[in-house]
C-alpha cells in the first residue's frame, strides 16, 4: 500500500484517503481494463479507480482503513485478474508472490514471447504451405492431405490456443468478454464448421482448417510483437528505477566531531557494516566509494568528490561536491571517497519521489481517453452483435440478392491469397451458409479493442519516461491535454527569470537640507554610528545605513535581505542587534534597533506607518526602477532616511526561453511583486510589452491575478463577434514552487523550478529537476508532441475498428468482389496493436535542446 507523500513546508491537513497500488496481471484489452476498473469500484469503501493496460497497475483511492489491500488484490484474483498489493518499496506483498518483481516478471515475460514466436512462424509456415499447390514444381502431398490439417488446427487449439479459449471463456462467463473472447469466438466457429464439414462430406461444405491455424499465428505473432514493442516503451521507466541504489556502506559516527579525517578511509573509527540502503536511518554516516552510487539523500561530511547528476537534471557535466554540499540518491559518486551524513532515506529521497510521480503519471489518463474507455466497455458487445447482423444478412439477404459472390469467393480463393478464402480443391463455390459464417468470423477477428486500450497508456508511458530522463517530471495523461491547449505562460521575475541572486548596487543617504549621499562615493568604515532616537530628522552616511538594514534583514530569508545581509559582510560592517523582528508578505519588515522602530520596504509599507515621502525621493526612487532596480526605502523612528537599491540580473537563458515559447504561439507574461518601473525594465530586456507585464502583486495575490486571466478579466482586447468580451485562457504559471505555490496551483499548468522541494512536488503538473529557462520550452515541446502521439494512436484504433470491421462484414464483395478471410483479418488486427505501441514509440525521435 503506497501514500502520497506529505510535505513539511506547507501546514498538514489531516488525510482522508489513501491510495493502493495494485499489480494486476491476465489484462488484455481495453475491455478488461473496463472490467477491473468495474469491480474495483464496486468494492465497498473504494471511491474510484484507475487501471493502466500498459503498465498492468490499478490505482485505488479509497477511505482510510476501509479497504484491505489484500482482500482487494484477492478479489481480483477470483474473477481471473491475477493481483497483489505494492508495497512502498516497489515490491508486491504477501510471501508466496503470484506476481514476481518487474524485473523477473520481465524476463519471464521475454522468454514466453520468445517461444510464441517460434509457435507463431511454425504455425504460419505449415499453414501458409496449404495455400500453394507446390514448391518448386514439387509436390508435398501430405501438405495437401484434409486430415493432416485437421490435425494441425486441433493441435493449434489445444497447445498454443488453449490460454486465449479458456480467458475468452472466463471473460465471457463473468460478463465481461474481452479480445480473446472474440478470437475463441472465431477459431473455435471456424474449426466447428470445417470439422463438421470433413465429418460429413454429403453436406457439400468446404473444409478450412487452415484459417483457425493461421489466425492463432497471427495472434500469436503480433502479441510477440506487441510485448517487445511495450517492453522499449516500458525501457526509460526500468532504467530509471535500476538507479535507486541496493547497498548502503554504514559508518560508525567518530566521538570527537573534529576526527573526520579516517571516515573516508574507513580506517581507525571501527567497522564498517553493509546495509540495504532502505534501512538507513536519518542522521546515520555512509561512506561512498568511487564508482557507486549515493544511496541515500545527505550531506558531505569528509572529502571531496565530483558527482555525476545527469539521471537527475540531464546535465552530462559532473558536478564539484565538498563537505557541507548536498547530494542526492542515485547520483554517481565520480573521482573521491566521501563520507556523508543522511538527511532523508527510502520514499522521502528525491529520487523515490521522482519515481512515485512518473509512475502516478503513467497511470492518470488524459480526458480524451475517456470516450475510448466509453466505447471500449461496450466494444465487444458491439462486435458481437456486428457479426451476428453480418451472418444473418448475407444468409437470408445477401446471397440471395447478389447470388455470384459464392461464385466470386471461390474465384477469389484460387489467387491462393492469405487475405481471400483458401483454396478447397474439392468445391468450386462456397455456399451461403459458410460464406455467411466466415464472413461473420472474419468481422469478431478484425475488430481490435488492444488498440483502444494501448493509445493512450503507451503514448503516456513513452513521453513521460523520456521527459524524466532529461529531468522534467510531467505528472500525467491530464497535464499534457492541458498543455495542448495552452495559450498563455506567467513567469515569475524574481528567482525565475531573474538569477535570484541579487546584489546592492545604490545605498543613497538623506542628507541634511535634502541633499543625497552615495555608499559608493565614499569609503565605508568597520564601526557603527549610534543615533539619537530624538535627533530629527537623524543624520547617517551610507555605511550607517546598509548596517541598520542589515540588521533589521536578520529576521528575514528574502532574496533582497539576503542581498543587503551580503553587502553588509562584503564591506565589512558589524551588524548592531536587534528585536521584535516582523515581516509582512511582499510589503515589507521591520525591528526594533537600539531603541528605535527601523522600517524596511516599499511605499506602501512606509505610507502604512505614517511615514511621509516627498517628490524628490520619488523622483530619485523612479531613476532607479528604471533602471531595472528594487528600492528599498528605509526610515528611522518615523522619518525616512535613505533608499538601498537592489538589482537581480536576468538569467543568461531567460531571452531565449521567452523568444522560443512566443514563436510556439505563446502570450508571455510577467508577474512580480516589484515596482511597475523595475518590472518593466526586465520585460523590456526581454522583448515584452508593457501589457504583458503584471507588477506590484504580493504572493498573496499571484493566484488572483492567474484567476483573472483563466476568466478573461484583464489583459484582453474584447472580440466583436462575441458576446463574451474577454476570452478565458488556459494559463502556464512558472514559478519556484515555494513562494509561488498557491498561484502554482490556481494555474491550469504549473512548472516548479528549483526541483526537490516537496512543495514543488505536490503543486506544481511538471517540475524542472535543473535550475534552467529552457526545460520549460522542452517540457511543454515535448508534452505537446506526446498528446499528439496520443490523438494519433486514438484516430488509428478508431478509424481501424471503423473501417475494418465493415471490410469483413463484406461491404466491398458485390462491387469489387474483395473478400477479407479470417486468417486476413487476424492479421490486420495484429498489425493495429503493434502500429499503436511503434507510433508511441517514434517519440523518442523528439528533437530537444
Known amino acids: 500500500m503506497q501514500l502520497v507523500p506529505k510535505t513539511n513546508l506547507v501546514p498538514e491537513s489531516i488525510p482522508t484517503t489513501e491510495k493502493i497500488i495494485l499489480d494486476v496481471g491476465g489484462m488484455k484489452c481495453a475491455g478488461c481494463v473496463k472490467a477491473v ?40 484474483t477470483t474473477v481471473g485478474f491475477p493481483s497483489q498489493p505494492r508495497q512502498p518499496n516497489g515490491k508486491v506483498a504477501g510471501e508466496k508472490q503470484a506476481i514476481q518483481d518487474p524485473a523477473e516478471r520481465q524476463r519471464q515475460e521475454i522468454q514466453s514471447a520468445h517461444r510464441q514466436l517460434i509457435v507463431a512462424a511454425g504455425l504460419l509456415v505449415l499453414s501458409g504451405i496449404g495455400h500453394f499447390g507446390n514448391v518448386g514444381g514439387f509436390m508435398l502431398p501430405v501438405l495437401h492431405n484434409i486430415w493432416f490439417h485437421c490435425a494441425l488446427a486441433t493441435v493449434a487449439l489445444l497447445i498454443p490456443g488453449r490460454s486465449i479459449l479458456i480467458d475468452g471463456w472466463l471473460g465471457l462467463r463473468r460478463n465481461a468478454p474481452n479480445m480473446n473472447t472474440l478470437v475463441g469466438l472465431g477459431t473455435l466457429t471456424a474449426y466447428t464448421a470445417s470439422l463438421v464439414a470433413l465429418v460429413f462430406p454429403q453436406l457439400g461444405w468446404e473444409c478450412f482448417f487452415d484459417e483457425p491455424v493461421m489466425m492463432l499465428g497471427f495472434i500469436l505473432l503480433g502479441r510477440t510483437l506487441e510485448k517487445q514493442a511495450r517492453g522499449r516503451a516500458a525501457a526509460a521507466f526500468k532504467q530509471l528505477l535500476d538507479l535507486q541504489p541496493q547497498t548502503a556502506r554504514l559508518l560508525p559516527k567518530p566521538k570527537n566531531a573534529n576526527a573526520t579525517a579516517p571516515l573516508t578511509a574507513g580506517g581507525t573509527q571501527g567497522g564498517i557494516v553493509e546495509i540495504p540502503a532502505e ?19 545527505g550531506a ?33 559518486n565520480q573521482s573521491g571517497v566521501i563520507a556523508i551524513q543522511a538527511t532523508r532515506t527510502g520514499s522521502d529521497t528525491t529520487l523515490a519521489q521522482i519515481v512515485a510521480l512518473v509512475e502516478a503519471a503513467q497511470i492518470r489518463k488524459a480526458p480524451v481517453q475517456k470516450l475510448a474507455d466509453t466505447v471500449a466497455g461496450y466494444f465487444t458487445y458491439g462486435v458481437l452483435t456486428a457479426a451476428l447482423l453480418t451472418f444473418l444478412f448475407w444468409y437470408f439477404v445477401g446471397t440471395h440478392v447478389w447470388p455470384d459472390v459464392t461464385m466470386s469467393a471461390s474465384m477469389d480463393m484460387a489467387h491462393h491469397s492469405p487475405l481471400a478464402f483458401p483454396h478447397s480443391p474439392s468445391l468450386t463455390h462456397s455456399s451461403p451458409l459458410l460464406l455467411s459464417l466466415k464472413l461473420a468470423i472474419a ?29 522534467l517530471l510531467i505528472k500525467g495523461g491530464d497535464v499534457l491535454e492541458k498543455v495542448h491547449k495552452l495559450d498563455t505562460i506567467v513567469f515569475d521575475k524574481t528567482g525565475t527569470l531573474t538569477s535570484g541572486n541579487p546584489t546592492v548596487t545604490d545605498c543613497l543617504v538623506i542628507k541634511a537640507g535634502g541633499e543625497w549621499e552615495s555608499g559608493r562615493e565614499r569609503e565605508y568604515s568597520n564601526s557603527f554610528l549610534s543615533f539619537s532616537p530624538s535627533s530629527t530628522p537623524p543624520l547617517f552616511s551610507s555605511y550607517s545605513l546598509l548596517q541598520l538594514a542589515a540588521a533589521v534583514e536578520n529576521g528575514t530569508c528574502h532574496p533582497l535581505a539576503t542581498a543587503i545581509r551580503q553587502e553588509a559582510q562584503k564591506q565589512q560592517l558589524s551588524i548592531p542587534p536587534a528585536t521584535d523582528f516582523h515581516t509582512e508578505p511582499g510589503l515589507g519588515v521591520s525591528a526594533v534597533v537600539e531603541g528605535s522602530l527601523v522600517l524596511l520596504g516599499n511605499w506602501d509599507w512606509l505610507q502604512w506607518h505614517g511615514v511621509p515621502i516627498d517628490e524628490k525621493l520619488q523622483n530619485m526612487a523612479e531613476v532607479l526602477a528604471a533602471d531595472g532596480k528594487t528600492v528599498v526605502g528605509v526610515a528611522v523612528a518615523g522619518t525616512m532616511t535613505g533608499l538601498i537599491a537592489i538589482q537581480d540580473t536576468l538569467r543568461p537563458d531567460a531571452k531565449a526561453a521567452v523568444d522560443k515559447l512566443r514563436q510556439m504561439g505563446l502570450r508571455v507574461m510577467l508577474l512580480s511583486g516589484d515596482t511597475p518601473a523595475a518590472a518593466i525594465a526586465i520585460a523590456k530586456q526581454l522583448g515584452l510589452d508593457n501589457t504583458d507585464v503584471m507588477a506590484g502583486v504580493p504572493p498573496a495575490k499571484k493566484a488572483v491575478v492567474i484567476q483573472s486571466l483563466q476568466a478573461g478579466e484583464m489583459g484582453r482586447i474584447p472580440n466583436p463577434k462575441s458576446q463574451i468580451q474577454h476570452p478565458k485562457s488556459v494559463v502556464a504559471m512558472v514559478g519556484d514552487g515555494i513562494n509561488d505555490a498557491p498561484a502554482l496551483s490556481q494555474a491550469d499548468i504549473g512548472i516548479a523550478l528549483h526541483a526537490g522541494t ?11 529537476m535543473r535550475n534552467c529557462l529552457t526545460d520549460v520550452v522542452e517540457s511543454i515541446g515535448l508534452s505537446r508532441a506526446t498528446f499528439d502521439k496520443i490523438r494519433q494512436n486514438l484516430f488509428w484504433a478508431f478509424a481501424y475498428n471503423t473501417l ?37 514509440l517514434l517519440l523518442r525521435r523528439f528533437a530537444h535542446r
Do not use: H
Request: proline letters at 6%; hydrophobic letters at 50%; charged letters at 15%.
Open 804 to 840: 475494418g470491421i465493415p471490410l469483413a462484414a463484406g461491404v466491398l464483395l458485390p462491387s469489387l468482389n474483395f473478400v477479407l478471410s479470417p486468417a486476413g483479418a487476424a492479421a490486420l488486427m495484429a498489425f493495429s496493436s503493434v502500429s499503436v505501441v511503434t507510433n508511441s
Open 300 to 332: 558531505i561530511v569528509d572529502g571531496q568528490t565530483t558527482i555525476d547528476e545527469s539521471m537527475l537534471t540531464g546535465e552530462a557535466v559532473p558536478v564539484l561536491k565538498q563537505p557541507g554540499d548536498t547530494v542526492t540518491a542515485g547520483t554517481l
Open 443 to 471: 468481422v469478431m477477428v478484425v475488430a481490435c479493442p488492444c488498440a483502444l486500450g494501448l493509445a493512450t497508456p503507451t503514448a503516456i508511458l513513452v513521453g513521460t519516461a523520456i521527459a524524466a530522463e532529461r529531468g
Open 37 to 76: 476498473e468495474r469491480q474495483l469500484v464496486q468494492y465497498p469503501g473504494v471511491k474510484s479507480a484507475c487501471v493502466n493496460l500498459a503498465t498492468e497497475v490499478a490505482v485505488v483511492e479509497s477511505e482510510i482503513g476501509a479497504v484491505d489491500a489484500d482482500t482487494l488484490a484477492k478479489q481480483l
Open 758 to 768: 516537496d512543495v514543488a512536488m505536490e503543486t506544481a503538473d511538471i517540475v524542472l
Open 279 to 297: 534501512q538507513v536511518r536519518v542522521g546515520e554516516w555512509l561512506q561512498v566509494l568511487p564508482g557507486e552510487k549515493i544511496p541515500v539523500d
